[in-house]
């Protein structure tokens, strides 16, 4: 078995609603509760870190797929939160930031149109 490249945790569970991977493999990390998406995500952004270390960027919806400390400066946007931004409309300068992430969102906005 392998471990997980978020929090090199080695044992795994059952996805959400008791899911395997496609493969049959346990899924979900049992110390981070990361799923496979999240370690894809993670694993192409530390591919990225000599260019993210220069990078502002935001991310909606936070999870632990993005490292914080691999960029110049990082916030988060969550629904209801402290920053709780509306995608449609931030009120945000254009060019504030070089990265905007936002992992399993938009199929709860409402107008994506």
Known sequence: MSTCNMC??????????DRLAPNGSLPMC???????RHRVVHAMYQSLRPLTRM???LQFAPDGSLVPT???EFETST???VNSLDMM?????????DLIA????????QDQY
């Open 102 to 109: 936002s992992n399993h969102v938009l199929e709860h906005v």
């Open 70 to 72: 691999d960029f110049k």
């Open 8 to 17: 090199d945790g080695a044992t795994f569970k059952a996805g959400y609603g």
């Open 55 to 57: 990078w502002r960027a």
């Open 89 to 97: 409309r931030t009120g945000l300068p254009d060019g504030r930031y």
């Open 30 to 36: 049992s110390s981070c509760g990361s799923v496979e």
């Open 79 to 81: 629904f209801g939160g």
